[in-house]
């Protein structure tokens, strides 16, 4: 089945500091792919949209600045969290879409990033 | 936009009982329906999905219903074991190009031996 890599698994970094998250699509290609937030508890909350050769769409109270996303190849899409603060500790996921599939969406296994 | 309810957030059962997870949404237009399972620390993973053209479908313990005049769709797990225990959210999506996933709140499902 449709497989997504996602990277690293949990990351601890000094507030101010800049950490950069990986989400690839395995065995298929995905245009889009879908960074989401996770708090303790609690839904998936959509963060942006990532389209390929493109710029991503944020979701409304979402800093463009502060998370950076490319989507540089059909495969591969990062995010950056850039000057991380205590507050953007939290549970990202991504989620990459098949090109070929009808709805076929695939999650990555998460980042838990704890900034200190 | 699309809204999606789900409820109970807490569901307990003994080992073999079944577990039915209910949601509703709002949007007519969304006509994909698919369930996840999230164990702690983890991302989500697909356990079954519907689509709008389909009233149930089911594999082995699992089943999903749609009843799309009252917008409302179900999971049911039958003969639950306490590896079933995990988060389980509902979500809603439509068929277009940039369509993206609306999840319920979620349910946490414990298992009891």
Known sequence: ?116 | GENVEQHPSTLSVQEGDSAVIKCTYSDSASNYFPWYKQELGKGPQLIIDIRSNVGEKKDQRIAVTLNKTAKHFSLHITETQPEDSAVYFCAASMRSGYSTLTFGKGTMLLVSP
Request: charged share 20%; with cysteine.
């Open chain 1, 1 to 116: 089945g449709a497989v997504v890599s996602q990277h690293p698994s949990w990351v601890i970094c000094k507030s101010g500091t800049s950490v950069k998250i990986e989400c690839r699509s395995l065995d298929f290609q995905a245009t889009t792919m879908f960074w989401y937030r996770q708090f303790p508890k609690q839904s998936l909350m959509l963060m942006a949209t990532s389209n390929e050769g493109s710029k991503a769409t944020y979701e409304q109270g979402v800093e463009k600045d502060k998370f950076l996303i490319n989507h540089a190849s059909l495969t591969l899409s990062t995010l950056t969290v850039t000057s991380a603060h205590p507050e953007d500790s939290s549970f990202y996921i991504c989620s990459a879409r098949d090109d070929m599939q009808e709805n076929g969406y695939t999650f990555g296994s998460g980042t838990r990033l704890t900034v200190v």
